[in-house]
């Protein structure tokens, strides 16, 4: 069976300093991977899709970037941090256009 | 554009009560719409989705949703609310990306389910 799993689960970072969050799904083969961020009361919001190995698509402008360095990895990353960074970051996957499943997310504060 | 609306960002029902969150949709095209549960500091989990075949879609944990195009709406109920029913829900619309290899789903705000004893 598929699984994916995020980390880290939660980390506190000062403004200014850099981030990476990591992604990886196993149990498929060239799955859809997607970043979301979910702030309080906002919903989620799509920041990063991608279909394939080093094709990143970009949903909003902003101060992260995502990385496919393989099939079933992604990342995502921040050379400087914000306080507007601070969130829960979801990252899923799907086949084709099918249904997305969530990893379990990774709380990020920054400070 | 597609989009949703979820009237009531807190819902709260007794025990063995009737659950009714409602979800209303935008979409200039016939849409794919979802349920996905939350619960706390956890990810979402898909409770059902629609794809344009039976009206009536029945979900995990004895949810189910009825897709009714003429009120564009896709209400999600419950008969008998159960204690672990409590978490939040969201309804999302789908759309089409990269010439339909893939698809974004649109999200509404959430509506948080609190079950009372």
């Known amino acids: 069976s598929q699984t994916i799993h995020q980390w880290p689960a939660t980390l506190v970072q000062p403004v200014g300093s850099p981030l990476s969050l990591e992604c990886t799904v196993e149990?498929?083969?060239?799955?859809?991977l997607y970043w979301y961020r979910q702030a309080a009361g906002r919903g989620l919001q799509l920041l990063f899709y991608?279909?394939?190995?080093?094709?990143i698509s970009s949903e909003v402008p902003q101060n992260l970037s995502a990385s496919r360095p393989q099939d079933r990895q992604f990342i995502l990353s921040s050379k400087k941090l914000l306080l507007s960074d601070s969130g829960f970051y979801l990252c899923a996957w799907s086949i084709g256009a099918g249904e997305l499943f969530f990893g379990e997310g990774s709380r990020l504060t920054v400070l | 554009a597609q989009s949703v609306t979820q009237l009531g960002s807190h819902v709260s029902v007794s025990e063995g009560a009737l659950v009714l969150l409602r979800c209303n949709y935008s979409?200039?095209?016939?849409?794919?719409l979802f349920w996905y549960v939350q619960y706390p500091n956890q990810g979402l989990q898909l409770l059902l989705k629609?794809?344009?075949?039976?009206?009536l879609v029945k979900g995990i944990n004895g949810f189910e949703a009825e897709f009714k195009k003429s009120e564009t709406s896709f209400h999600l109920t419950k008969p008998s609310a159960h204690m672990s029913d409590a978490a939040e829900y969201f309804c999302a619309v789908s759309r089409a990306l990269y010439g339909g290899a893939t698809n974004k789903l649109i999200f509404g705000t959430g509506t948080l389910l609190a079950v009372q004893p």
């Open positions: 149990g498929t083969s060239n799955p859809n």
């Open positions: 629609y794809t344009s075949a039976a009206t």
């Open positions: 991608s279909v394939g190995i080093g094709q």
């Open positions: 979409s200039s095209v016939p849409p794919y």
